[in-house]
């Protein structure tokens, strides 16, 4: 069975970090692309971050560079996202993606992905 879930959400103050995972389980995990995605109330979901099959490439979205680390491990089907310097606007729902592809697209695009995981919060706030 297809599966990708996320762990690791919760609440911090501005300036903390949190480390997202992404556990897959039920495909070839090495032969995809990973993504994360985020969605707060109100607005379109927004792709993050997506890093390709062998962990070779990995993109961000440019309000997180510098900020944000993802990576993988194929030897345990994890993908993890290191979110450091935590501001207010990082608050959201965050996802992780499959591509049905190895390598990630220019463009951090929610029609590219067509697997989901549930999501998990991330609150930032003092």
């Known amino acids: 069975q297809l599966q990708l879930r996320e762990s690791g959400g919760g609440s911090v103050q501005p300036g903390g970090s949190l480390r997202l995972s992404c556990a897959a389980s039920?495909?070839?995990?090495?032969?995809?692309?990973v993504g994360w995605f985020r969605q707060a109330p109100g607005k379109e979901r927004e792709g993050v971050s997506c890093i390709s099959a062998r962990g070779g490439f990995t993109k961000y979205v440019d309000s997180v560079k510098g900020r944000f680390t993802i990576s993988r491990d194929n030897t345990r089907n994890t993908v993890t996202l290191q979110m450091n310097s935590l501001k207010p606007e990082d608050t959201a729902v965050y996802y992780c993606?499959?591509?049905?592809?190895?390598?990630?697209?220019?463009?951090?695009?929610?029609?590219?992905?067509?697997?989901w995981g549930q999501g998990t919060q991330v609150t930032v706030s003092s």
């Open positions: 039920g495909f070839p995990f090495d032969e995809h692309a």
């Open positions: 993606a499959r591509r049905p592809v190895f390598h990630c697209s220019g463009y951090l695009s929610r029609g590219d992905f067509n697997f």
